[in-house]
Structure formats: structure tokens, C-alpha cells
């Protein structure tokens, strides 16, 4: 064994998703090139969805909610069918409880992109690429925790994360902190300037419906929410100890006051916008800086100045290399990463290419448990396949703790072997081995052939003996996929 | 039923260890004990769950989020939420009580900070990398064998750390004909992360077809709703942990995990609906244990408390004094757990939130020597570092 030929199994599996057939060979003949081609200023792949764009899925929701607001007032309307529902749908479902058939139609949305991202890890010949989209998508986790975010998820990634991770954090962290399904997931889409002129208004008996509303429920008061404030500090940029204290967290919260989505009374705007009336006036400190009244530019100087925090660069490189490399990442890794990141100002390309530059993620021993939406991607794409249905692999990814678009919180899924180790998620594993072995598994020719195709030199003697000795090809492709090789990376 | 049962002669055919199993006489914990954590993530509403409607500052902090006339009475002060029905009616029993102003000693507002603290008992954040609950039961195994399960598909950091602890899930059982459980046993021979994990796992499952705790998934062949948050799900869940710790030379101790308190925006009815779900798994697991119930300590816990006043979008954003939920059938009897420091302005914490008047790791400490007879110094170095400043709050259980 060359050491090309072990750089060439740590390249397709440790820094991309796994291999498909053929790839290792592919990245044998020059590992760091082949990973350094697939970094591309324009961005990662986006993947397939119906088409839809996050505005047309908001306007498609707030048309919903309307229809059924009007369907309560007049009891005896039948219940409204969601925009764009099949008719099949409506023949099959013709007096379906409203909101059960909004959800449902908002789940087969989701469903397709789930579907979709799926596909392309599993197909794509750029891993790599992938890896350092799924990394962002994580960072900058949406969850599905509300009905009307499940539609967004999908295009949150397609629009924010994706088009940016290889160009400027900067770019890539006003996109993410400014779309509709951001705004929405962290609450920021309420929040209102508590001395703005509409809280003022309000305050004063103005009307119950307020602006920062698109939808019917009672009337409550406005005012602030932090949320949104909190995290982007916390989890976003300089991280918990990055020097901020609880009135920074407010400062800002107030900073972004104004930034919001369109509601009802605003035909003809879709998505985000800027409202000068909620906006909190005044100047604002934050973590030291003043920062003048400028409206919407107010929040943005915020951020921008966020991005080029040493803090942040420190915060967010330690996490790369954690994603790639290890669960306690070399000291030197991240400085590495650290020194690309500050030279560039943030050019995620640069710290891309320093990142397969460092030598110390190149070290032999895999330390990366894969989390399950990992292992079931790198299962396909050992296989050649891709999930042609989300039955099969949501069973799965449900029953490992990762469910689609479902991260638990805004920190995102857990990039440490210690929660997916449960005694309880490796007999899962151990059943998903089995079934996908028992689906494909007759139709591989030659078991200890796709073992050597899909670990390369990472292949130990133990497992090339036991898979061929194995009493059936499901068998052997179980065992191949419950290899302690393939359970890493 | 597609498979044959896997029996626990053809598991010890295939020569798989049973832990659980084969060591139903020698518990070192105190005969039948049995100690449940219930952790609530995202920083449960205190003044949600147990509100102190007879706090005069109550009505005017929390304006419309203050719960109404029917909420469910526990005293002059305190009323629980309706949402928790079956935790009321063991209030009235004298199996629960209500911990009203706890929080951990961590005090940066941020969810994994706090939990971090919550989960690792250390006195500071990112201090250590095991949970107290773990060592715990590293501590009481000295004397002789304790089991640990966590219940859920991800393992608690509670729960993580030297002394090996199982998890479950609702799944769709082992299929008995495999040889592949006993093949991979034999390639994970020397892996130290996934050799000692599978084989928990498969004694898990088998524990689970052996107790009845995998109710109908084992015997349609299908899954069960997987560690869902609904009511059912919860209730289902809370009833098949009961079955484990029922089970001879089951887990004694025990570990859940539920998600979705972070309630910013729109609070009363998304909270309404996650206190449904506790309130069905303490009531399934009330049930389920039977006249196990007794013998049982439950624990119901979050990483900090919220603002006391409401925020501008019908929530509350993350703050320090939550309410703790002591549950079980052989409380000692008494009111509230710990004082109740009052909402007036100059009682709350930085005039925003409801004052730490106890530290949890009193409490968790209290149950655990009062229970569990877990002794001090153990409590005071190693399950709970550099805590021997914290008194343990002894005779609530």
C-alpha cells in the first residue's frame, strides 16, 4: 500500500461522503488535487426541489392561513384546499380537516427536498463540496419546529448556505441571518422595537391587527425578542466566550428590530423586509462599538463587524476541524485554518484549501464516528444507489436520532461520536446494514471486490476476511456497511 | 409475527454477554431503588409549570402569558399548569412536589452552557466531559452491580462517561436468524467506542422483548411511533421505561430526554403542549410501575429558568430560576422544595428573572444520599466536583 493510495481512501471518505464505486480510483492519482478541484468560488450544488422558492412557499402558506381564517368566519364554506394541491388530493381528501391538509401538503414539500438533498450526497461526485455545504447548513441550522418551516428548510439551503460557502463568511452570514426561514426559526420576524413608532402606536390603542403579524392570533403585545440576537453571537460567530456580555445580546436585539417578513397588509412584497416603524431608534453599543442610527444599515454593521472578529474566526475554524478531522481537534489544524481565515478575510475558499493543505487531516487513524444522515449517505453511495423513496431512509435517519430538517435546536446536530454512540443506535445501524443488504446485496457481484472499492486502502485484513466469508451477499454488504472502518472516517 | 423470538437461550448460543440478566441478585443500590432524570430542553418556564398564582407580582409581570382559573391548585401560592393533570393529582397525593426557584450554578442564559452544567453536575462550564448521573452510578457500582439506561435514540450527556450505561429506543426488534450480531461481535473485538455499545444494545433489546417493554413493536414486526413528542408517544415511552425498571436485574437508574421548552414566541399553547407530553410519560411511568412506584424517585429537571416578565412576542427569552419536579411514591411529605424568593423587583435576579434561591445540585444531591445512599464525599468530589460549599437538601425523598 502506497501512501497515495491511503491518501486517496482518507480523501474520498473522510473528507468527502464516502465512495462510490470507482471513486477512490479516481482520486488516487493526485488525493489533495482532486479534493481542491471540486472548491468553487460560485458555491456547493444546490439541490433538486419542485422549483419553488422560499417566497413562493411563504405566500403559499399566508394565502392558506387566509383562506382558512375566512373559512371560520363563514362556518358553512367548505374548507379551503392549499394553493397548488393536487387534485387527486382534493378528490381523495374532499372534507379533510383544513389545517391537517395544509400540513400534509406542507410535509410532502418537505419531503421532496429531503429527498433531494439526499439524492445529490448520494450521486454527486463532489463530496467534498458537499461535506462543506452540509458543515454550513449545520452552523447555520433551521429546524422544521413549526409548520410553516417546513417548507423553508430546503430552500433556506438552496438560497443562503449553499451559493455561499466558498465565497466571503461575511456574504454567507448576512444571507443566512436575514432569510425568511431564519427570521422565522429564531423569532426574529416578530420582534419590534420597544420605543418604535409602532409599539408607540399600539401603546397609544392603535389597531389589533399589528404590522409584524401574518397570521390571526390574539392580540398580544409588541416588543422585543432576543432569540435571534443570542444565537447569532453564541452559535453563529464569536461563540459563548467571545467576549459578549447579556446587554450586548440586547443591543442587538434592538439593532435588529425592523427586519422582518412580509405579512398581509403588504401585497406584493414576498419575503424579508425592513420596517422602519418597528425598528427601535436610536444609537446602539455593542460589544463595545457604537453603532449609529442607520435603520436597516444599523444590523449590518453589526454583523459585518461580527464576521471579521478574531473571535469568530477562532470559533468557526475549531468547529471545522472538529467536522473534518477530529472530535478534539489538533491545536495546530486550527490555527492553521485560523491563519487562511484572518489572511483572507474570510474567504472560505482559503480556508477550504488550507484545510486540505494541513497535514494533520491527513493522519491515518479515522477519528470521526459518521453521524447516521453520514452513514446512510456513504451506505448509498458504497452501494452506487440513492434513496429513490424517503420511507426506507426517514425510518432510519428517525430512528438513529437525526431526523430530516429536525435538528433539536439551534446549535444543529451534535458533531462529537459521544450522543450517536447509544448502545441503543448501533443495533439501529446494525438494522439498516441489514435491510439495505438485503435489498442490494444480491445484485453485488463480488462482495470482498466492493469492500476494497469502497474503504480502498483503509481496508483491514479482519473485515476483508470476514466479508468473504460470508454466507450470503447481504451478509456481506451488512457486514461491510457495520464495518468499523465504514462506521468511520 | 415474522421472526421467531429471540430467546435468551439463543442469545447466550450465540455468545453474547447479558449484563442485565445475569445479575439480578447483587444490586448495590439500596434493594429495588429505583432513580429517574426527566431533562426538559430549552429552558423550562418555571412560572409556567408551577405558577405562584398567590404572588401578588405574579398577574402584572406575566400579563397575558399568566395562567388562568384553571390552573390546578396546590397551595395559596402555587398552581401547576392545566396541561399537567396526572402530576397534580400526586401533588395532592403527597408524590410530588414542586422545587419552585432552582437553577444549576451556571448563569450565561445560553441553552448548552446550562446544559452543559445541568448535565455534568461540575461547578463551571465545559468542565468535564461525563455526566454526574453517570458517575453516580460508577460510585454506587463499587459496591456491587448498578445498571443505567437513557431512553431515546442519541445517548444524554448525563448518562455519558466511565460507567457503561445501555439506551433504547422503540425499534423493530432484532431479527433472531441473523448471525451478523455475533459476526460484528467478533469484529468489534477491539474497538473500545463500538464493541461495548452493540453488545449493551442487543442485551437492551433483549431485556426489552424479555419485559414486555417493547410493547406491540416486537409483535407486529412494525415500528412504533419512534420517540415522538406527542402525548401517546410520551405516555407510551413513560411505560415501557417502567417495564425496564420493573425487569429483574433491570436498569435502576434511568435517563429521558424531552425537547422543545424553548419558548421565545407564542408560548402558552407550544408549552401547553410539550407539558402534555411530561405529563404523559410521568403518568405512564407512574402506571407502569405499579407498586414499583413506591420504590422510585423521579426527578424533572431543565437548563434555566425565563425572563419573568413576558417578552414582546407572547414568550419569554432565556433566563435563571426554573421549577424542579420531585415525583414518587415514597416522598417525604412537606410543601414546596426550597424557598420561594417572590417576584417584587428587588427579588428578581439582575430585575428579570426569578431569583436561583436553590442550587440543583443540593437537591440532586439530597436524592441521591436520601435515596440512593449515596455517601457524601463521593457526592461532594466526584459526582459533583468542588461542591463540598452545597449542603445536600436531605429529606425530601
Known amino acids: 500500500m502506497t501512501q497515495r493510495e491511503l491518501d486517496a481512501a482518507i480523501a474520498v471518505t473522510r473528507f468527502g461522503l464516502g465512495a462510490r464505486p470507482g471513486e477512490i480510483d479516481a482520486a488516487s492519482k493526485d488525493p489533495r488535487g482532486w479534493l481542491k478541484a471540486q472548491i468553487r468560488r460560485e458555491g456547493a450544488d444546490v439541490f433538486k426541489t419542485d422549483g419553488e422558492t422560499s417566497s413562493q412557499r411563504l405566500a403559499e402558506f399566508r394565502e392558506y392561513r387566509q383562506e382558512q381564517a375566512m373559512a371560520r368566519q363563514d362556518k358553512a364554506a367548505p374548507p379551503p384546499i392549499p394553493p397548488g394541491a393536487s387534485m387527486q388530493m382534493e378528490a381523495a381528501k374532499p372534507a379533510a380537516d383544513p389545517v391537517q ?7 410532502q414539500n418537505a419531503a421532496g427536498d429531503v429527498l433531494g438533498r439526499l439524492q445529490l450526497a448520494s450521486e454527486t461526485d463532489a463530496g467534498f463540496r458537499e461535506r462543506w455545504a452540509l458543515f454550513w447548513a449545520n452552523h447555520f441550522t433551521v429546524s422544521a419546529n413549526k409548520v410553516q418551516l417546513a417548507g423553508l428548510v430546503g430552500p433556506f439551503e438552496n438560497e443562503a448556505i449553499r451559493p455561499h460557502v466558498f465565497g466571503r463568511f461575511a456574504d454567507l452570514l448576512g444571507a443566512a441571518e436575514t432569510h425568511p426561514a431564519m427570521l422565522i426559526y429564531l423569532d426574529q420576524a416578530q420582534s419590534v422595537g420597544p420605543n418604535s413608532r409602532a409599539a408607540q402606536f399600539q401603546r397609544r390603542g392603535g389597531p389589533r391587527r399589528g404590522l409584524a403579524r401574518n397570521d390571526d392570533q390574539p392580540r398580544r403585545t409588541f416588543g422585543l425578542n432576543e432569540n435571534l440576537a443570542r444565537e447569532i ?33 403588504e401585497p406584493g412584497v414576498e419575503g424579508v423586509v425592513f420596517r422602519d416603524a418597528t425598528h427601535e431608534p436610536g444609537e446602539r453599543t455593542i460589544m463595545g462599538v457604537r453603532y449609529a442610527q442607520d435603520g436597516k444599515a444599523q444590523a449590518g454593521a453589526v454583523l459585518a463587524d461580527l464576521a471579521a472578529k478574531p473571535q469568530t474566526a477562532r470559533f468557526v475554524c475549531t468547529k471545522i476541524a472538529r467536522h473534518f478531522v477530529s472530535d478534539d481537534p489538533p491545536p495546530a489544524l486550527v490555527a492553521r485554518l485560523e491563519k487562511a481565515w484572518m489572511a483572507s478575510h474570510g474567504d472560505l475558499d482559503r480556508v477550504a484549501e488550507a484545510l486540505v493543505d494541513a497535514p494533520e487531516a491527513w493522519a491515518p487513524r479515522p477519528a470521526k464516528l ?3 444522515y453520514e452513514y446512510v449517505v456513504s451506505s448509498y453511495r458504497a452501494l452506487g444507489q440513492e434513496p429513490r423513496g424517503l420511507g426506507q431512509v426517514n425510518a432510519a435517519l428517525n430512528g438513529l436520532g437525526q431526523r430530516p430538517f429536525g435538528a433539536p435546536s439551534p446549535k444543529g446536530w451534535p458533531d462529537e461520536a459521544g450522543p450517536w454512540a447509544a448502545s441503543d443506535a448501533l443495533v439501529k445501524r446494525m438494522q439498516f446494514a441489514q435491510q439495505l443488504g438485503a435489498v442490494f446485496g444480491p445484485k453485488v457481484q463480488a462482495p470482498t471486490e466492493l469492500a476494497a472499492q469502497t474503504l480502498g486502502a483503509r481496508l483491514t485484513p479482519a473485515v476483508a476476511i470476514a466479508i468473504s466469508r460470508a454466507e450470503s451477499r447481504p451478509e456481506a454488504v451488512a457486514l461491510l456497511l457495520m464495518s468499523p472502518e465504514f462506521q468511520r472516517r | 409475527m415474522t421472526a421467531p423470538l429471540l430467546s435468551r437461550r ?23 431503588k429505583k432513580f429517574v432524570v426527566v431533562i426538559c430542553r430549552g429552558g423550562m418556564d418555571g412560572l409556567s409549570v408551577a405558577a405562584p398564582v398567590g404572588d401578588p407580582d405574579y398577574r402584572p409581570l406575566r400579563g397575558g402569558l399568566a395562567l388562568g382559573d384553571d390552573a390546578l391548585r396546590l397551595d395559596g401560592t402555587f398552581a401547576l399548569n392545566p396541561a399537567l393533570p396526572a402530576v397534580h393529582k400526586l401533588a395532592l397525593a403527597g408524590e410530588a412536589r414542586i422545587a419552585p426557584a432552582v437553577a444549576t450554578p451556571d448563569r450565561a442564559r445560553s441553552h448548552f452552557e446550562a446544559q452543559d452544567v445541568l448535565e455534568t453536575g461540575a461547578a463551571g462550564v465545559y468542565a468535564t466531559t461525563s455526566g454526574w448521573l453517570n458517575r453516580a452510578v460508577q460510585s454506587m457500582a463499587a459496591a456491587g452491580k448498578v445498571e443505567a439506561l437513557s431512553v431515546g435514540p442519541t445517548a444524554p450527556l448525563i448518562l455519558r462517561g466511565p460507567a457503561p450505561a445501555g439506551s433504547w429506543s422503540p425499534g423493530r426488534g432484532v431479527d433472531a436468524t441473523s448471525r451478523l450480531p455475533t459476526l460484528l461481535q467478533d469484529l468489534y473485538r477491539d474497538d473500545p467506542l463500538l464493541g461495548p455499545a452493540l453488545a449493551r444494545g442487543l442485551a437492551t433489546e433483549t431485556l426489552a422483548r424479555e419485559s414486555g417493554a417493547a410493547g406491540d413493536s416486537v409483535m407486529g414486526g412494525q415500528m412504533r411511533p419512534a420517540a415522538g413528542q406527542g402525548r401517546e408517544a410520551a405516555q407510551a415511552m413513560g411505560q415501557s421505561l417502567a417495564e425496564f425498571l420493573k425487569a429483574p436485574g433491570g436498569p435502576q437508574i434511568a435517563a429521558v430526554s424531552l425537547d422543545g421548552f424553548d419558548t421565545h414566541a407564542n408560548q402558552a399553547p407550544l408549552l401547553s403542549t410539550r407539558l402534555a407530553s ?12 405499579g407498586p414499583a412506584w413506591k420504590d422510585t424517585v423521579v426527578l424533572v429537571v431543565t437548563e434555566f429558568g425565563r425572563t419573568a416578565r413576558a417578552n414582546g412576542t407572547g414568550g419569554t427569552d432565556h433566563g435563571t430560576g426554573s421549577t424542579a419536579l420531585v415525583l414518587g411514591g415514597g416522598l417525604k411529605a412537606g410543601g414546596i422544595v426550597g424557598d420561594w424568593p417572590t417576584l417584587t423587583r428587588q427579588a428578581l435576579f439582575e430585575d428579570r428573572d426569578v431569583y436561583p434561591a436553590l ?15 449515596v455517601d457524601r464525599r463521593a457526592l461532594d468530589a466526584t459526582i459533583f466536583p468542588d461542591s463540598a460549599g452545597v449542603r445536600p437538601l436531605l429529606g425530601v425523598a
Open chain 1, 370 to 372: 459518521k453521524t447516521p
Open chain 2, 10 to 32: 439463543a442469545f447466550a448460543a450465540a455468545g453474547l454477554a447479558l449484563p442485565f440478566l445475569a445479575r439480578v441478585a447483587e444490586a448495590a443500590v439500596p434493594a429495588g
Open chain 2, 359 to 373: 442550587d440543583l445540585r443540593a437537591l440532586e444531591k439530597g436524592l441521591l444520599a436520601d435515596h440512593l445512599g
Open chain 1, 233 to 265: 453571537l453564541e452559535l453563529h460567530t464569536v461563540g459563548v466566550d467571545g467576549g459578549y456580555a447579556q446587554a450586548d445580546v440586547t443591543e442587538f436585539a434592538r439593532a435588529l428590530t425592523g427586519l422582518s417578513i412580509a405579512g398581509p397588509r
Open chain 2, 278 to 289: 411530561l405529563d404523559a410519560l410521568l403518568d405512564g411511568l407512574h402506571i407502569g410501575l
Open chain 1, 101 to 107: 391538509t395544509a400540513r400534509q401538503f406542507i410535509r
